[in-house]
């Protein structure tokens, strides 16, 4: 009887062995077949998205009733010397791109005329300001042919800070978003672990367009187990600054079928009134800029610029 007992006990210990060997295979077998199909796209995540640059376009419809009293000046302004019609601003377009040292937009109406260009560093917001003028002299002396002879040629250099912006038009615009900061941030806080967790947490792998879908609330459980798995790595950068903001919601896509990793970005801007509609995309490894270096106005010449804005709008 003793006997036979032992026997049924080593039975049943054998039986929970291979049990947990099949367990154990089939844990391995799926940890395999999951590591063959998220690597792979994870790594070109990463080579992609640790790139030196990228292409930008950034297109927004305004809500012009919720921009403040000096940005509808500052466009009305603009549009009264350029002879641009105010519905150009209704879509605005900023297409360029990063290429590791700062942010060059190339900024357009909703007809797709273009107007200036925005350089953005982390210590300098500019805008083309040469550019303006140009198509400002161009629009007032084709009214009037009489302004060939009055209105100067352009002397004072390229790029005006935004500061010195505000400073010649008598204007407080705000400030522009640091896209430069956001993409170093991104840069900063890959791995390939951590790639590999967010293409398994991906809301949808379209298969037919090749692109992972990511549908993210700030309440999103992804955003907290990212941070503290940041934490863990000892990834360097802030990570609270992963949280969202109260109310925003973001729709994803990442497109890995394309000869370049592309990634599209729209959603819901809480605290942002003055856009009623936006979408950007980042296209990967994908810009060079025409030149390195911009030509900026010397704070002396601010004074004549102040005065030649007040000739150009005194002419309407």
């Not at 054998?14 to 940890?31: E, F, G, M, N, P």
């Not at 993409?183 to 967010?198: N, V």
């Not at 801007?269 to 009623?276: T, Y």
């Amino acid at each position: 009887m003793g006997q036979s007992a032992r026997r049924g006990k080593h039975k049943k210990k054998h039986r929970i062995i291979k049990a947990l060997c099949l367990l154990l295979t089939v844990v391995l077998t799926a940890a395999v077949v999951l590591g063959i199909r998220t690597v792979p796209k994870a790594r070109r995540l990463r080579e992609a998205l640790t790139a030196p640059n990228c292409a930008i376009t950034l297109q927004a419809s305004l809500n012009m009733d919720k921009l403040t009293a000096d940005q509808q000046k500052f466009l009305m302004i603009l549009s009264e010397i350029t002879g641009l019609e105010r519905t150009e601003w209704n879509s605005v377009t900023l297409h360029g791109g990063y290429d590791g040292e700062a942010v060059r937009l190339a900024a357009s109406g909703e007809s797709g005329s273009p107007l200036t260009e925005l350089y953005l560093t982390r210590d300098c917001q500019a805008i083309d300001i040469h550019a303006i003028y140009d198509r400002a002299y161009a629009h007032l002396t084709h009214e009037n042919r009489l302004l060939d002879k009055m209105l100067p040629q352009w002397s004072l250099g390229d790029y005006i800070s935004l500061q010195q912006l505000e400073h010649a038009f008598e204007l407080e615009l705000g400030q522009i978003p640091d896209i430069r900061e956001k993409l170093e941030e991104i840069q900063g806080k890959l791995s390939l672990p951590m790639l590999c967790g967010a293409v398994l947490a991906a809301d949808e792998w379209d298969r037919q367009e090749q692109k992972l879908v990511y549908r993210i609330t700030d309440t999103d459980r992804r955003l907290e187990l990212a941070r503290q798995l940041a934490q863990r790595m000892g990834i360097p950068g802030d990570t609270d600054s992963w949280n969202l903001p109260e109310g925003m919601e973001l729709y994803i896509a990442v497109y890995l079928g394309e000869p370049r990793v592309r990634t599209v970005v729209t959603g819901n801007l809480p605290g942002a009134e003055q856009i009623e509609d936006w979408s950007l995309e980042l296209t990967w490894a994908a810009y060079t800029p025409e030149s390195s270096s911009v030509s900026m106005i010397d704070q002396r010449m601010i004074d004549d610029l102040a005065r030649l804005l007040r000739l150009l709008t005194t002419i309407f």
